[in-house]
């Protein structure tokens, strides 16, 4: 029977087509898509199941929370930094060894937090803690790019947007409930066996996925990528070339750069995008950081009732995501229509010629349903214009918007004070449809921008081939004249 267009066969013989843009098959990607859904939802909940039990720990540790408050402050500044190394070598290591290494960071960092009793070491494992996990969101970023195409690549950011959205609503949840039954310690014992769970299922099932390593998913990988038991996946029979086919076989090894996201940030097109999501986050942060404290202060409630205040956001997100994927992926199949371009599931797209009490929680839920589908369409834009670098383009968002997020949360209560409540968040609100324009910008001059850029790639490719053929040549004389030395050397006199 011969395959239909959707799904490769899988036979005991190899099969032969070309420039399929993904060899997985749909429940493949379903799978992985869980997996690192799984994996990134530790890098925001760890965050906010820690807000819950902040007096407890300070209590415990003998100091004051205005300390501990550094721990929160010492997380975030890290979760900016890390996912800039952890992005590039994604991008050029793979997504496999990776993610591997980042959840062991994490679980070690977890274990020592349980069992530390002083608050300089809580302070250095919390900063650990936040090096190893919080890149896990921008390896997924990659990780969808590699197995999805444009065309489709809407559901599943929808998908791995859950992780992100859930963790804000049951962190303080979790973190209450556990540090008021059994103490906050085993908030870390929880995060170590749950982390310790997923990084089991990484090693043993979750493929290698990144392009310049396996192309479309059909290249054999050497053995450091490979799975232990390599027929779960039913991908390894497959043997297609794709169109990153070429680049897997010719990419290299480096050590991985931290500024690489910074040469990302230089493309005018990716800055407008990460800009106007780095504002939309900032307004985020900020009430999201003053919700339970005002509603503490405003309807006097307890401690569980103000963890509580979150669950609307989190199911109005739960239900945008539900939705989101598919609105994504129709706006794109009818963007693509319009301007007479072909859409592909199979093969991909170009993307190069694309262009691209009550009142509050009423007020939460559709903050969620909104807030999550901005989220979303940022960061599928973002992937599309740096579909070869995802992971280090989303490790460059991550600086913009903690950056952003960092210095409006230290400033918010000195804000509110002076102007007040609700003029703060009048022009936080201002700020973020400000960012608007910022995308109207991007879909006027974004084409532009990205084929000049494609352009003066292309240009510094043809450069830097060249450059390597002289080399070459040079050497090829050079030893052609030691040969010929050698000779004469060992001629009879």
Sequence with gaps: MAPNDNQPAFDEEVTTQTELYTVF???????????ITFAAWFSTLSSFIYYPVIAFVARDLHTTVAKVNLTVTAYMLVSGIAPALI????????????????LLVYFCANVGIALQHSFV??????????????????????????????????SYVSALSFGMTTAPTMGPLLGGVIG??????????????????????????LPETARNIVGNGSMAPSPVYRLPFPHIMRHSHVRINGPDSEVARKSGWHVPNPMACLKVLSRKDTFIVVTAGGIIYMAYSCMQASLSTLCIEIYSLGQLEAGLIYLPFGFGSIALTCVSGRILDRDYQITARSHNLPVDKVR?????????????????F????????????????????NHRTPATAQAASNIIRC??????VAVLEDVMGRIGIGWTFTLLGFGALGSGL??????????RWRTESHEGHEATVVMDMADEEEKARGTAEQEGCDVNGSIKDRSPR
Excluded at 181 to 200: D, E, P, Q, Y
């Design 348 to 364: 991909g797209d170009n993307l190069l010629i694309f262009p691209h009490l009550s009142v509050p929680l009423v007020l939460q």
């Design 438 to 447: 910022l995308y109207w910008v991007d879909r006027g001059w974004g084409m």
């Design 366 to 385: 559709l903050l969620g349903l909104s807030v999550q589908m901005c989220f979303n369409i940022n960061n599928t834009l973002l992937m599309d214009i």
């Design 121 to 154: 070491a809580l302070l250095l494992l919390r900063m650990l803690q936040s090096a190893g996990i919080s890149g896990t969101f921008s390896i997924a970023y990659g990780v969808l790019v590699d197995i999805s195409t444009p065309a489709e690549r809407g």
């Design 87 to 102: 992005g590039d070598l994604a991008d050029q290591a793979g997504r496999r060894l990776t993610y591997v290494i980042a």
């Design 180 to 205: 008021a039954t059994i103490g906050w310690r085993w908030i870390f014992w929880f995060l170590s066996i749950v982390s310790g769970l997923c990084l089991l299922l990484i090693i043993l099932t």
């Design 403 to 408: 950056a952003l997020a960092a210095v409006a």
């Design 25 to 35: 098959p749909k429940w493949e990607k379903v799978y992985i898509v869980s997996l």
